[in-house]
């Protein structure tokens, strides 16, 4: 391909790996997609493509469609351990954020509910909701009738009910959020932790990092959620071997929302990301699986970060 070419595909590299993270929930497989979206536009009989953007938007959202269809995908997310891989804030992955439905499409919550949906629903939701593709528009990139293409995102909204989630949080109002969860937990007072949290609060952890990774630990109640976190923050010899090392504990933004983030040597070994409702944590999402945070780390190594909220843990 001569260079004109590549910089036309180039210049829709970011909007494709947007929308292929929405769809697939990782990263990494979104790179994959865009990759072999590359391929087929270098293989492609360019002359007869009208509008590369919206040529490379259909390549893209079928080849997402067929990752999700895969047996492999589908095995992997019905263990019941897979989370969407968490994203830092500035990461052009993360796509667009106008609007409310943009940042709230790209939260941890959402992305999980998005797994009760068929890839074809899916792809619709994302098409509509994230990047504002109208029904004609949609039921051309997936081969549907218009008429489909509604039903599929009635259905859709129907089971993604508005999670009434804080987004678009910026980095100071994140760092006032994370800190007082830091300052609760370090307590070792599992009410001012309870006090942080919504009546209806619920946490889930990939039990990675705690030597039970690819078991999720599921936590039901504000009391069971606090009685963990005040658990696992209080230091011992042997949670440090376990880790590898001193632990340095930071206030990040994560995929829209406030996160605590735990780093060795300036690589990032777990997150804990929140949802906030009325001013209170709703959710807390604990990722340290390594495979799921080498973007992240990525991103954290490339960026100013404050001041650590625990030096040394």
């Known amino acids: 391909m001569d260079t004109a070419t590549v910089a ?175 300052a609760a937990a370090a307590s070792g007072r599992t009410e001012r932790l309870v006090a942080l949290l919504t009546d209806d609060a619920t946490g889930i952890s990939d039990g990675a990092g705690l030597g039970l990774s690819g078991k999720p630990l599921r936590f039901s109640t504000p009391e069971r959620i606090a009685t963990a976190f005040r658990a696992r923050f209080k230091p011992s010899p042997a949670k440090r071997k376990l880790a590898g090392g001193p632990i340095s504990v930071h206030a990040a933004v994560i995929n829209g929302c406030p996160a605590m983030l735990a780093t060795l040597d300036d690589r990032v070994v777990g997150v804990v990301i929140m949802d906030i409702r009325d001013d209170k944590i709703a959710g807390v999402r604990g990722i340290a699986t390594p495979g799921r945070l080498d973007r992240l780390t990525a991103q954290w190594q490339r960026q100013e970060h404050d001041a650590p909220l625990i030096e040394s843990w």
């Not at 079928?62 to 047996?71: K, V, Y």
Request: aromatic residues 6%.
């Open 8 to 182: 036309r595909f180039e210049a829709s590299r970011h909007r494709l790996a947007s929308l292929a993270y929405r769809l697939l929930g990782s990263a990494a497989d979104a790179e994959d997609t865009v990759q072999d979206a590359f391929l087929r536009w270098q293989a492609a009989d360019r002359e007869f493509v009208e509008v590369p953007e919206a040529w490379l938007t259909k390549i893209v959202t079928n080849l997402a469609i067929d990752r999700l269809r895969s047996a492999k995908v589908r095995r992997e997310r019905a263990v019941g351990a897979w989370m969407p891989e968490p994203l830092l804030d500035g990461d052009p992955m993360l796509g667009p954020a106008e609007t409310a439905e943009q940042r709230e499409s790209v939260t941890m919550a959402v992305l999980t509910l998005m797994e009760r949906l068929s890839p074809v629903e899916r792809a619709a939701y994302v098409l509509r909701e994230a990047f504002s593709y109208g029904h004609a528009e949609i039921a051309e990139i997936l081969g549907i009738s218009e008429s489909a293409s509604q039903q599929h995102i009635h259905r859709a909204r129907r089971r993604i009910t508005a999670t009434g989630n804080s987004t678009g949080i910026d980095r100071a109002c994140a760092h006032r959020i994370v800190e007082a969860f830091v």
